[in-house]
Structure formats: C-alpha cells, structure tokens
C-alpha cells in the first residue's frame, strides 16, 4: 500500500508563489497522482492530475495558467507549483493517488490520501 506525505505549505501573500510536494512510500505511484483542496465548509474539490505513465496533465479551468503539476519519477514524489495565490486559494491541500487508469476528478476515485497540508494567503 502506498503511503502519501505531503509538504510545503505556509503562509503565503497575496501574488506570491508555493510549491507543494508529496512523496510516495510503500511502492510506487499508481496511475494516477492528484492535488485536491479543502476550504472550511467546502467540499473537497480537484485541481489537478498527473498519469505516472507518460506525464499528461490535467487541471482544474480556475488553477490552469496558475499551477502546475509535475513528477519525479527517481523521487517518487509530485509537486504542484502554484502562482499568483489569492486569498480564495487558502484550504488545506491533500495528493491522492489512483490505481484505475480511467482519468476522473471525483475525490471519491482516489483511494489513497495524504495527511494534508495548510495553504493560507493573506490579502
């Protein structure tokens, strides 16, 4: 079973830039690693994926141009660099990996979490 850990969160101003990483343990990524996010009193939403195989990319419309997704593979680990912050950006970010290679978005496709980091960006 494959074991995420998050890192790099913080606090971060309005415009400035973080870069997220999760490391995988256990075995490798699977087929697919994620970045979804979690506001108080939101529901968990996706921002965006990555095929191990092959690197494609997927991103969520509000995020695309702003983050991005990327992978070691020597590392076993994703990052999600993430620019231009808005204050609407602070939630709590987890990576999940998926074991299916059918491409979703829905959190509930993802069987495995990482613990979850906090993003805050002040205005």
């Known amino acids: 079973q494959v074991q995420l850990v998050e890192s790099g969160g913080g606090l971060v101003q309005a415009g400035g830039s973080l870069r997220l990483s999760c490391a995988a343990s256990?075995?490798?990524?699977?087929?697919?690693g994620g970045w979804f996010r979690q506001a108080p009193g939101k529901e968990r939403e996706f921002l965006a994926a990555?095929?191990?195989?092959?690197?494609?990319?997927y991103y969520r419309h509000s995020v695309k141009g702003r983050f991005t997704i990327s992978r070691d593979n020597a590392k076993n680990t994703v990052y999600l660099q993430m620019n231009s912050l808005k204050p609407e950006d602070t939630a709590v970010y987890y990576c999940a990996a998926r074991n299916s290679y059918i491409y979703t978005e829905s959190p509930s496709g993802y069987s495995v979490w990482g613990q979850g980091t906090q993003v805050t960006v002040s205005s």
């Open positions: 256990g075995r490798t990524f699977s087929a697919y």
């Open positions: 990555i095929k191990w195989s092959g690197g494609y990319t």
